[in-house]
């Protein structure tokens, strides 16, 4: 261990904000990138059923239609 | 070899595979970086010179190296896509781009925050960091390549033969620090033979390039996912898929 106390570790023998701003800026890109490659993908999925939905209605309306039955 | 290979230009294959994939690279991932940055942060001994600043390194190396070798996989993918007219080379590019342009902004934010305290500036147009710069706008370029078109395959092309020509930045990153003058030091952990520092400062840094680098393959492997299915929006087994997911979510 090369620090004495937390508060040490913190001040990073005075180049706290430096180390700690690189790191915390990578952490915040990183969870970002994370969050939205996440949520993207269930978007993806998402998009997909509504489009399943919609063509399955229309081919529905489409047989009815030919049948000669109003809805 | 191509026989063996041939399996997995199927994208469902793909698909499956990338999604094993994914736990193992997180756990691998989160172990690697755990040890690699307790390591480096706490019990690896300060620089002589640049004292405790000098942990920003096992940040800023492996995002920087990682950042090129990214673009090198996006590269080699792009060629792939160009020539054999693999559609999933193209899913593979547009997943890697945002990975790669994380990382390049990375390296260049830890590189501006090591900057200041050691040469007295945030920022410098100098060879190494101009030249990672461009980096960065080849990695947003291919990123709005992508985007432009509403048609894939006219996008992955576009975007495939911007990050081919994008290569030629990659060599020059690489030796800008030996051909031009410059602020940026020489390589320290990435010559040939051995590493010039030493070894209590080096084993650390291994663990991070490898947890990080696990790291980029775990969110190219859930954007590749995602760029597949919507590249087989209309095939059975997408159908199939989606449907079974919702289905398990909506019980």
């Known amino acids: 261990m090369q620090f004495d106390s937390f508060s040490a570790f913190l001040d990073m023998g005075g180049y706290g904000f430096f180390v700690w701003l690189s790191y915390g800026s990578a952490f915040l890109l990183f969870a970002i990138l994370l969050w939205s490659s996440l949520s993207g993908h269930k978007h993806t999925k998402q998009q997909i059923i509504k489009k399943l939905n919609r063509d399955e209605k229309l081919r529905q309306r489409a047989q009815q239609s030919s049948a000669g039955v109003e809805p | ?251």
């Open chain 2, 1 to 251: 070899m191509w026989k063996w290979l041939h399996p997995y230009a199927n994208p469902e294959t793909s698909y499956h595979l990338v999604g094993k994939l994914i736990p193992w690279f997180a756990v691998v991932s989160g172990a690697l970086l755990t040890i690699g940055l307790f390591w480096g942060l706490l019990f690896a001994p300060p620089d002589y010179q640049q004292g405790d600043s000098f942990r920003i390194f096992y940040l800023h190396v492996p995002a920087a190296s990682l950042s090129m070798g990214i673009y090198l996989g996006m590269a080699i993918a792009a060629f792939c896509g160009l020539v054999w007219q693999l559609r999933l080379a193209g899913a593979a590019v547009a997943a890697m781009a945002p990975v790669g342009a994380v990382f390049t902004a990375i390296a260049l934010i830890s590189g501006a925050a090591w900057g200041k305290p050691m040469w007295g500036t945030w920022w410098i147009w100098d060879a190494r960091l101009t030249s990672e710069l461009i980096l960065l706008f080849l990695y947003l370029g291919v990123m709005a390549l992508n985007s432009a078109f509403d048609d894939k395959i006219a996008a992955g092309k576009s975007a495939g033969i911007l990050a081919l020509v994008g290569v030629i930045n990659l060599p020059i990153i690489k030796y800008s620090v030996e051909w031009w003058n410059t602020l940026h030091q020489g390589a320290t952990v990435s010559k040939l033979g051995k590493p010039s520092m030493t070894l209590d400062m080096f084993y650390p840094f291994v663990f991070c390039f490898l947890g990080f680098a696990f790291l980029s393959a775990v969110i190219i492997c859930i954007r590749f996912q995602s760029q597949i299915l919507q590249h087989n929006v209309t095939r059975p087994w997408v159908k199939k898929l989606v449907t079974v997911e919702e289905n398990k979510h909506a019980v």
